[in-house]
Each structure stands twice: as structure tokens, then as C-alpha cells.
């Protein structure tokens, strides 16, 4: 944005004059009385509009720069937004699988004693102490994960690896208000790079203007004063009646008007390319309002889907399982049922919990993948 200002203050700027001074003597060639002065001032006057359409072409310029800082700023919320959820859906597993390990450790405990007493088998240890160990293992794989997202969120936000940074405790999921027909419609005024294609094509249509206008020569209007003294061999009077050398001296002004001999000719080529960026960037906008609508369905749709799976886990998988969990625990301490159903319905507990935690992730970034489709936060 800097650039693009400074080039526009510097494409106002009108061509300088210049003033040139001449001191001429006849000492050096044996003709002592001789001598010339002149000074002169020349003033360049551009033609065709040259410098309005200098200014154009800035103008449009800086508006490609602010549409490429609106499309950066866009882009890069998209990654700071996947980058986090990616450390925090690695959090939210970690615990999970916290929230599973004291159990497992207590049961584990609870049968070393039952088995002690000879109440239980050996058999029942060594799946309980095979389950506990396998929730470490988890553990220490969503922990190893986390810490690499959260590095990477560090370095895309641009702090240090010591640098404190604690993530928001839950995902912010705000469903879009608008219907997908009008949401297509926000992108299509919105989306930045959308407005960057539209500028440039601009830009190059003034720049053929540009180019054209140097194919008409500028004029530069000059103005000369010279003063010129002359010393005559022969000799003269004086108002006084005394014998001198005759001398002339004489004072001359001269107007000017210069114009360089070219044709349009000159500047056909810069035309040409001109016009040749003109349609690529027409073409690229085309192309581009074809494909933001369907972007924004898929992203439209991806929500939708996302948002559907996430309720069904909540209520109707989630709940249900803890609510299991709790019915075959109490069975298995009176009797009812096996170690081994209490082992297989905790997994399927933190598999359906792990599960509502990638389909919460799934959520967000389908969220920030539809924000980024319309070209920002949603209306």
C-alpha cells in the first residue's frame, strides 16, 4: 500500500523545466572585445493527457494493492483459523483420554486387590493393565500432535516458541443466516480476489490509454535572452569627439517551439501488451465468476453435512454411550457381566468421543472454508 501511494504522489508530478545559461569570450582566440551571454528557459508540455493518464493508471494500482492486503488478510485468517483448530481438536483428545485414564487406573487397582484375594482371575489384571497402557499410548500421541499444532499456530501468527498463547476453551460454531443464494451473492461483491481481476483489468485498459497517449509527441516552449557585444577594427568618435574602436552591443530575445518527429508507430508494441493484459485479466475474472458460486455451495453444503453429523453424535451417540458405560460397569460389579464387556464398551466410549471431537473439528473448518469462500466473516 506504501508503494502503490508514493507511486501515485509521484505520477502527479509534472515534467521539470530547466534553465540554461551560456558566457561566451572571444579572449582565447586573439578577439579580446568579443563576448556573448545568453540565458534560456525551457518548459516541456505534455500532450494528450499524459499525466491524467499517469494518475489513472496509479489509481488503479493502489486499488490492486488494497484488494491483494483484503485477499492476504483473507487467506491468512482461513490458516490461523485451521491451524488452531487443528492444536485444539489435538487438545480436546488429550482430554478425553485424561478424562478415561484415572478410571482405568482405579479398576486396574481395585482388581490387583481382587486378585490378591484370589476374587479374580490373573487374567483380568493383565487386561486391565493392557488397556491402561494403550490409554497412555493414546495420550502421548494426541499430546506429541498437540504440541506440533500449537508450534505451528505460533509460527503462523508470528510469535515465538516461548511465547505463552492459550487457546479459546471451545469451538465457535455461528451458524451463516443468510440462504445460499445470498450468500453467493455477498462473494460475488466481496470476494477480493474477485475485485483484484477487476482492478487489474482496469489497470491494463489504462494503460493502453497510457500507451497510446505517448504516441502523440509533447511540445517544449523555449525562451532565450542574449546579450552580445562586438569590438571593429576600424575607429569612430565618441560623444565627447574622441577617436575608439567601434563596438556593437545588442540584446535579443527568442521564443521557441520544439516538437520531436515520431508517429503512433512508436508505441504500438506497449498498446499491444497493453490490450493482451486486458483480456487475460477479463478472462480470469470470467473464469472466476463461474467457479465462486460453486465454491461457496461446496462450502455451504460441507456445513450443513458437518452441523448434521455433529447433532447426531451429541444426542444420539455420545449420551447414549456414557449412559452404557455406567449401566455395564454397575453390572459387571455385581456379577452380570465379564471384564471383557466392560473393556469393549469403554472403547467404543473414547472411539465415539474421539469421534465428536473430529466431527466438531470437521464443523469449524467447514465454517471457516464457507467465511473464506464469500470472501470474509459471514454477514
Known amino acids: 500500500m506504501t508503494e502503490a501511494e508514493a507511486l501515485l504522489r509521484q505520477a502527479g508530478i509534472r515534467p521539470t523545466p530547466s534553465i540554461e545559461i551560456e558566457s561566451a569570450s572571444g579572449k582565447l582566440l586573439g578577439s579580446s572585445g568579443d563576448s556573448e551571454f545568453s540565458a534560456a528557459y525551457f518548459h516541456t508540455i505534455e500532450a494528450a ?14 486499488q490492486v494493492a488494497e484488494a491483494e492486503v483484503d485477499e492476504r488478510r483473507r487467506q491468512m485468517t482461513f490458516d490461523v483459523k485451521t491451524r488452531y483448530f487443528q492444536a485444539f481438536t489435538e487438545e480436546l483428545k488429550v482430554a478425553a483420554i485424561n478424562r478415561l485414564i484415572p478410571v482405568n487406573r482405579e479398576n486396574y487397582q ?3 486387590s481382587r486378585v490378591e484375594l484370589g476374587d479374580a482371575a490373573p487374567l483380568e489384571q493383565q487386561l486391565l493393565l493392557t488397556d491402561v497402557n494403550r490409554s497412555e499410548a493414546q495420550k502421548a500421541i494426541f499430546s506429541a ?5 500449537l508450534l505451528d499456530l505460533k509460527t503462523t501468527v508470528g510469535l515465538s516458541t516461548s511465547d505463552s498463547l492459550r487457546l ?3 469451538f465457535v460454531l455461528e451458524p451463516p443466516t443468510l440462504t445460499l443464494e445470498r450468500l453467493t451473492q455477498y462473494a460475488l461483491q466481496n470476494r477480493p480476489d474477485l475485485r483484484i481481476l477487476a482492478a487489474l483489468e482496469e489497470q491494463a485498459s489504462a494503460e493502453a490509454e497510457q500507451a497510446r497517449s505517448e504516441g502523440k509527441p509533447d511540445l517544449t516552449a523555449s525562451a532565450r535572452y542574449t546579450h552580445t557585444n562586438l ?7 565618441s560623444k565627447t569627439g574622441a577617436v575608439v574602436p567601434l563596438q556593437n552591443h545588442e540584446n535579443v530575445a527568442t521564443f521557441g517551439l520544439a516538437v520531436p518527429l515520431f508517429t503512433s508507430k512508436r508505441t504500438e508494441g506497449a498498446v499491444s501488451a497493453a490490450m493482451a493484459r486486458t483480456t487475460q485479466a477479463e478472462l480470469r475474472r470470467e473464469h472466476l465468476l463461474q467457479t465462486i458460486p460453486q465454491e461457496v455451495e461446496a462450502a455451504f453444503r460441507r456445513w450443513s453435512g458437518a452441523q448434521r453429523t455433529l447433532q447426531i453424535l451429541k444426542s444420539g451417540v455420545v449420551e447414549q454411550s456414557e449412559k452404557n458405560l455406567i449401566v455395564i460397569r454397575e453390572a459387571y460389579r455385581l456379577g452380570q457381566l465379564r471384564l471383557f464387556d466392560v473393556l469393549n464398551e469403554q472403547r467404543k466410549l473414547i472411539e465415539t468421543q474421539l469421534a465428536f471431537v473430529d466431527a466438531q473439528a470437521e464443523a469449524a473448518q467447514a465454517l471457516a472454508e464457507l467465511e473464506r469462500a464469500v470472501g470474509g466473516n459471514l454477514p
Open 231 to 237: 569590438r571593429f577594427d576600424q575607429l569612430g568618435l
Open 110 to 112: 481395585m482388581t490387583v
Open 168 to 170: 479459546p476453551p471451545s
Open 49 to 62: 493527457g499524459k499525466r491524467d493518464k499517469r494518475i489513472q493508471v496509479a489509481e488503479r494500482a493502489k
Open 145 to 149: 500432535r498437540s504440541d506440533a499444532a
